[in-house]
């Protein structure tokens, strides 16, 4: 039985990452018909991106290292969606748990880093968590849809965070209203590197694993996994009682693992949080790449397991900064990867009624 | 005699042979329904009426045989083309938009009619009602009368209703057949109706026609019929019950286990779905509650296991069970519901996941699973039940319906509780798993679980059950040990024809 | 202190010209959703139709062209929903996200391709825009003048917020409409066709979005610039729950929001002097005011009264 076992789950997890790379492989060539139509060659574009970030080991390095973050969002998401939490907020939470981060470690005056990096990551979990229990809430004791609850708060958090960077946080030689800066995280805030690699990548493997023991091998990620499969069952068998508290730490969680993505973002590579005065509502300034949309593409693609999430994440995170590169060696907008992954999550979204089709196809042969 | 004769018929189904997968859910049954005569397909759940209905209102295709339509022959393409040919059918959860006026329900129906028309087609057929009252705050009877006047407008030819009266009150029944016989006639409608309730044959209609399993066994104008004999051809003649492998035992005070007094639930569509239900439960007995679907069974199982929150009455538990309130019932109780997918299983987890949803909580060491120990439970549980399924890593949707229903039942019956409530625990299964079922229950029962049977299948609860209480309209008939029953009563108190039969007959 | 009628005037006239981007993006959410299909994605069609609206004027001069360029991406996109979400049954959530993303990414790619290609830096190009057309007599008088001096496009977006409460409430196709979103099963069974009802309000819903991203960039600013829409779409969505999914409430909601804004505006000028960042007054908290109001009004009317969803919204419609 155990033989058959695994086999079984081999052949549908092959069958699932089949299915995946289709998607990847048909939205890398909508983006090659965006290149070719503007006149340029998707070879030399695409060259370009595969160069910049595994063309060397440094540039590999890199690009494993710049995957912490999305990786850590990404894990957020998995929860969410495992648990049935539409968490549309990505986007907000990872910017305010960065926000978080910069404020607590510039508070801290701790001058210990493992202490001081602690204290962050700490604090912006517990506040995008807090952020994103709201919603939680909102959904549990109001009814109120959390997909529609979490884009709402997403752009009021932006807001937030805009205020903190205009006021009380910016650094004191920012001055442009466009783009306000706020100050830098202590010295000792900066994560460290090892050999070559930013520890943000095995710290976010390790959370990685960490999540997919909890979901596979403890009592509460069972009963996440049932809730989010079937509410009607686990409300009958856990009690609904049980089964709102369960909800509501889902959404905790989901919030506290991508603003933890947010500080990630800021100890290796950004050191501050840019705002932008235009009032964007969803995607600030930049900073969050997107991530919290394109974190959803990857959960979908990789089939809500946190483990496969670190290819994906991987993948994705080079698309993006090998689309900084087009703009600098080619001056191809940059853009284009993150239209990449938008059509991803375009096919994922229809992922359900095609593998239907499909199984009506297979069947009637 | 009369050679010469106008036939009155104007649709009919001959031969009709419907089948979903293996189940056969019409073989070979004619029906036909003539103009000025209201007729009726009587059976219980399952025996096919609204299969049958909806081969005749082109929703469903027959697997064979052949549809008449005023003499000739016909294939309806779609529900649509049935209605375009003035056949129409008005559905037990009516096809009229709840948050929308009247006024705005029938522009959309009949769209060139302005609001003075659209008023004089609503007076036309029944009292006054405001058009700009919302559906959703009509009684049901009313409308039941919206929908029937719809088709009327609509020039029907042929008037479909499926199961028309039931969800409506005691008066509204009365004067919706009246309705019916008076239009029938003025317009010489052609009407056909579904129901499982024998005062309504033998009050209002004119030609029934009985079913039982998919089969005709009875077709006789209810003129030339009696209410026994159309109980009998639905539940079979009356015979003493043959001693089974059930043997109820003396009941003592002391081991009660659950105690119901004056139970009332909400229902659905309807208001009250139980009604003032008392009874009490008992240690190592099996006490099967039967009745048609629909009759509150369910909203009664659901009630008792913490799902619906009664309006008035009381549950009580004995010492051991009581006070703990929703979690130790929970760990104390089983619960198999009669719709798995819905409430019970997660489709999308693995087969060894869904045994662990009731069990996780016993099968567990802290704060992690002992999946060693669900393994070992599951394949027990795949042996015995006879579980067909690659392993135990196949996702639960993979299964086909009677082994998903085999996975929620084995879980079930498998837990270590007080109190098993199982509603319709052999629902699609074939007949060895279903003995193997009822085995099963036979033995919790003798390990002294107070076992609560819910099913709409006398045979089921005659042969598995200790007592037996019959549910109607959302009353309980008066609980009593099998051998004070039966067959015949149990199906006259399942039809609601208690009052005229009398009382049974005991050994 | 007298009342500042000049003062008044121009705020009132802010505030209109500011709204009509937001009320063309609620009308778009109001014809989507009503046919119960969720339109979260509308700030990217904002955006898409934005770009298409501007390069287009730019590339010809004129902006008749530019205008039908972006109405044709509406029409694009909105064909391409219906494919998705009405045929194949897509996930609406999904598919609003892609929206999301695709939206600003593919218009900063076209916009930073045709730059490119030309070799020009941002903010470096504009159109002129649509100039203030007064109507006489209705112009002048007091209080309500400013209503009627305002570009071309706002007048067209008086005409369609009436239209669209006339043709919902008044007419049967808009009755039609409405029940797909109720009940697309009650629907079908009266007949009417719940995919074709939907593709067209999809098509619509996506033209009423890209005007929204043109009038921003054709009345308001005539620069393109990344995300030039800012949330508006979103607003949107949140305005049109607030305002229970009626043309009237919501219509007011958008005003109000275009108060907050040349508020907002007002308050950037007065600090003109140390710039907006000098002051320390927390103002970005009208910015979340609309959010934070939409939440509110939809966990209350849970509670207490009854929410005006359309009930099938989110879920696809499958015929078996």
Not at chain 3, 31 to 38: A, D, I
Request: charge should be neutral.
């Amino acid at each position: 039985m155990k033989i058959i076992q695994k086999r079984e789950v081999w052949r549908r997890r092959t069958r699932d990452a089949l299915l995946s790379t289709v998607v990847v492989l048909i939205s890398v060539l909508v983006g090659a018909l965006l290149v070719y139509g503007i006149g340029r060659s998707p070879f030399e574009a695409y060259a370009t991106i595969f160069t910049s970030t595994f063309g060397s080991p440094s540039g590999f390095l890199y690009t494993l290292s710049q995957s912490g973050p999305l990786i850590l969002v990404s894990l957020g998401l998995v929860l969410a969606f495992k648990g049935s939490f539409w968490n549309g907020g990505g986007e907000g939470q990872m910017l305010l748990g960065g926000m978080t981060g910069v404020m607590a470690t510039y508070l801290a005056h701790l001058n210990n880093a493992p202490a001081t990096l602690f204290v962050g990551f700490a604090a912006a979990f517990f506040i995008s968590g807090a952020w994103a229990s709201i919603s939680g809430l909102l959904k549990v004791f109001f009814g109120v849809d959390d997909i529609v609850s979490t884009l709402l708060l997403s752009a009021s958090a932006a807001f937030v965070v805009f205020y903190l960077v205009r006021v009380p946080f910016r650094a004191p030689t920012s001055q442009n209203a466009a783009v306000l800066g706020s100050v830098n995280v202590p010295n000792d805030a900066i994560f460290p590197s090892f050999f070559g690699i930013n520890g943000v990548f095995p710290f976010a493997v390790a959370c990685s694993v960490f999540l997919y023991f909890v979901l596979t091998r403890t009592k509460f990620g069972f009963k996440l996994r049932v809730l989010g499969n079937n509410r009607s069952t686990a409300i009958a068998y856990f009690g609904k009682a049980k089964a709102n508290r369960l909800f509501i730490s889902v959404s905790f969680l989901s919030g506290g693992f991508v603003g933890m993505g947010g500080m990630a973002m800021v100890s290796a590579f950004t050191f501050n949080i840019i705002a932008g005065a235009s009032g964007g509502a969803y995607s600030a300034g930049g900073f969050t790449n997107s991530y919290g949309f394109i974190g959803i593409a990857i959960v979908f693609l990789a089939g809500l397991d946190p483990l496969a999430v670190i290819p994906a994440s991987v993948f994705f995170v080079a698309l993006v900064i090998g689309g900084l590169g087009l703009l600098v060696q080619l001056t191809i907008p940059s853009s284009l990867t993150i239209t990449i992954s938008g059509v991803a999550i375009l096919f994922v979204s229809a992922r359900l009624p095609i593998m239907q089709r499909l199984r009506t196809l297979v069947r009637r042969r | 005699m009369l050679v010469l004769q106008v036939s009155n018929i104007v649709e009919e189904g001959r031969d009709l042979v419907k089948r979903f997968g293996d189940l056969t859910a019409v073989d070979h049954v004619s029906v036909s329904v003539r103009r000025g005569e209201i007729g009726v397909l009587l059976g219980e759940n399952g025996a096919g009426k609204s299969t049958y209905l909806k081969m005749l209102n082109g929703y469903l295709k027959p697997n064979s045989g052949t549809i008449y339509y005023e003499g000739q022959e016909i294939k309806f393409g779609s529900a649509r083309h049935a209605v375009k040919k003035n056949i129409h059918t008005i559905y037990q959860n009516f096809s009229l938009i709840d948050l929308f006026t009247v006024k705005e329900n029938l522009s959309l129906i009949f769209p060139d009619k302005s609001a003075g028309e659209l008023k004089d087609m609503i007076n036309k057929y029944g009292k006054n009602v405001d058009l700009d009252t919302r559906v959703a705050l009509l009684p049901a009877g009313v409308k039941q009368r919206l929908e029937i006047t719809r088709a009327l407008e609509s020039d029907a030819k042929v008037l479909l209703l499926d199961e028309p009266t039931s969800v409506l009150a005691y008066e509204e029944r009365d004067k919706l057949f009246r309705d019916l016989a008076k239009l029938g006639k003025e317009r010489s409608l052609a009407i056909l109706i579904t129901t499982h309730k024998l005062q309504d044959v033998v009050d209002y209609c004119d030609r029934v026609t009985v079913l039982k399993a998919g089969r005709l066994v009875l077709e006789k104008l209810v003129s030339e019929t009696s209410l026994k004999e159309l109980a009998v051809a639905m539940f079979g003649a009356a015979e003493e019950l043959e001693e089974s492998a059930a043997v109820g035992k003396g009941l003592n005070e002391t081991d009660k286990t659950l105690e119901v007094k004056g139970l009332s639930v909400r229902g659905d569509n309807i208001p009250l779905a139980v009604r003032n239900v008392t009874f009490s439960m008992y240690r190592g007995e099996i006490l099967g509650i039967i009745g048609i679907a629909g009759n509150g069974q369910l909203e009664l199982a659901d009630a008792m296991y913490g799902l619906r929150k009664p309006v008035m009455g009381e549950i009580t538990t004995d010492a051991s069970i009581s006070k703990m309130g929703r979690k130790l019932r929970i760990a104390r109780v089983a619960f198999t519901s009669d719709d798995p997918i819905m409430v019970g299983l997660a489709p999308d987890l693995s087969v060894k996941d869904n045994f662990g949803i009731s069990l996780v909580d016993q099968l567990s060491d802290g704060p992690f699973v002992k999946w060693d120990a669900l393994e070992q439970f599951a394949s027990t549980a795949i042996e015995r039940f006879e579980i067909k399924c690659n392993s135990q890593e196949d996702l639960l949707r993979e299964l086909s319906g009677g082994n998903i229903q085999k996975v929620l039942v084995s879980r079930e019956f498998g837990r270590d509780v007080d109190v098993l409530i199982a509603v319709h625990p052999a629902r699609g299964l074939d007949l060895h798993t279903t003995y193997l079922v009822y085995k099963q229950i036979l033995e919790i029962k003798r390990g002294g679980v107070s076992v609560l049977l819910v099913s709409e299948d006398v045979d089921e609860v005659i042969y598995v059950a200790d007592r037996i209480g019959v549910m109607y309209e959302g009353q309980l008939s008066e609980v009593k040990p099998k051998q004070e029953w039966t067959r015949q009563a149990i199906g006259s108190f399942m039809v609601g024809a208690q009052a005229s039969e009398g009382a049974q007959i005991a050994t | 202190m007298a009342f500042d009628l000049g003062f008044y005037t121009t705020l009132v006239g802010t505030t209109i010209f500011l709204s009509a981007p937001i009320a063309f993006a609620f009308l778009g959410v109001m014809w989507g959703e009503l046919s119960g299909v969720f339109v979260f994605g509308i700030e990217g069609q904002m955006l898409l139709g934005a770009v298409a609206g501007f390069l287009g004027t730019l590339a010809t001069g004129n902006i008749a062209i530019g205008l039908g360029l972006g109405l044709l991406t509406g029409i694009a996109i909105g064909l391409l929903s219906g494919f998705f979400e009405v045929t194949l049954g897509a996930d609406q959530i999904i598919f609003a996200i892609a929206l999301l993303v695709i939206g600003p990414s593919l218009s900063s790619f076209l916009y930073g391709s045709y730059l490119g290609g030309l070799g020009l830096s941002a903010f470096s190009l504009s159109i002129k825009t649509f100039q203030n057309v007064a109507i006489p007599y209705l112009s002048d008088i007091p209080l309500i003048g400013p209503f009627f001096n305002q570009p071309i496009i706002v007048y067209l977006m008086y005409v369609l917020v009436v239209l669209t409460h006339i043709f919902f409430y008044r007419t049967n196709l808009g009755l039609k409409i409405r029940a797909v979103g109720m009940n697309p099963l009650a629907a079908d069974s009266m007949a009417v066709n719940v995919y074709l009802v939907r593709y067209l309000s999809l098509v619509i819903s996506s033209v009423l979005a890209t005007l929204g991203g043109m009038t921003m960039i054709m009345a308001q600013t005539g620069f393109y610039s990344d995300n030039v829409t800012a949330g508006r779409g979103l607003i949107a969505i949140a305005l049109v729950r607030v305002g229970n999914w009626r043309t009237q409430l919501t219509f007011a909601a958008t005003l109000v929001v275009g108060l907050l804004l040349s508020l907002v505006a007002d308050l950037q000028g007065l600090f003109s002097g140390g710039g907006v960042i000098s002051t320390t007054f927390p103002y970005e908290i009208f910015a979340t005011l609309p959010y934070i109001f939409a939440i509110a009004v939809i966990g209350i009317s849970y509670k207490w009264t009854r929410s005006n969803q359309p009930a099938s919204i989110g879920r696809p419609y499958k015929r078996d």
